[in-house]
């Protein structure tokens, strides 16, 4: 029986947080409603921007996150996601304020690549601004050679892809925001590497497998698997 409760703490975007719960449906095996597991979702879209705080240009979302966190707690859930890379940034912070375990998004990502492209050198990784200045990446992939794009295609194609007028944050999935994301992509395909890495939830909701000639790895991808199937879960 899918008796486990997950929670999602999401509105780090809106969109994103619901694409995550259709993962960990799609990630279940069930034959029926009841089959699915209970999730328990709490999607403050009014948590401050990590993108803005981690640069300091902007108020601290951790109290806010924590919050949140502690709702999930209340509705005693046993395990909850965060569908923003970004905001693993904050992790440790808001795991010491609640009983339940965080699943650690780059945890797990580094345990799937290590399972399935052992031999990878390089990889790709197209993510926020704020995400690649925290060097989450390099922390947590330290085995691994992470590529980034220039800084001109870094905020002339992701950064306009995501927060642009015609961008992902704004609704738009395909488009302007598909075909910057693709030039981005392969610029690091063209610097030697083997893997993309989806590094911002919403990159996501664009970019797809289909749309590159190497794999293409979505990290929430890999933690729907992992959330619905595990029962003990690794801590940041």
Excluded: W
């Excluded at 050679?145 to 738009?172: C, F, H, W």
Aim: charged residues 25%.
């Amino acid at each position: 029986m899918n008796d486990k409760v997950i929670g999602i703490l999401g509105g780090m975007g809106p969109e994103a947080t619901a694409e995550c719960y259709m993962k960990i449906i799609r990630a279940t095996h069930a034959t029926k409603d009841q089959e699915h597991f209970r999730v328990i979702i709490d999607s403050n879209a009014k948590i401050p921007d990590r993108t803005e705080a981690i640069a300091g240009r902007g108020p601290n979302p951790i109290p806010q996150m924590v919050d949140a966190a502690k709702n999930l707690e209340k509705l005693e859930v046993e395990v909850a996601c965060i569908p923003c890379m970004t905001a693993h940034y904050f992790i440790e912070q808001v795991q010491r304020e609640v009983s339940f375990p965080l699943l650690n998004a780059f945890l797990e990502l580094k345990k799937y690549i290590s399972d399935n492209y052992p031999s990878a050198k390089k990889i790709g990784v197209l993510a926020t601004s704020g995400t690649l200045e925290t060097g989450l990446f390099e922390k947590y992939l330290d085995h691994l050679d992470v590529l980034y794009p220039s800084p001109e295609t870094q905020n002339d194609k992701v950064m306009r892809a995501i927060y642009g007028t015609n961008g992902i944050k704004s609704g738009n999935t395909d488009g302007e925001p598909l075909q910057l994301l693709k030039e981005a992509a392969q610029e690091l395909l063209d610097n030697g590497a083997e893997l993309i890495i989806s590094g911002c939830t919403e990159i996501g909701l664009v970019l797809r497998p289909y749309h590159l000639p190497t794999p293409l790895i979505d990290p929430m991808e890999v933690v729907a698997e992992v959330v619905v199937k595990e029962t003990v879960y690794q801590k940041s």
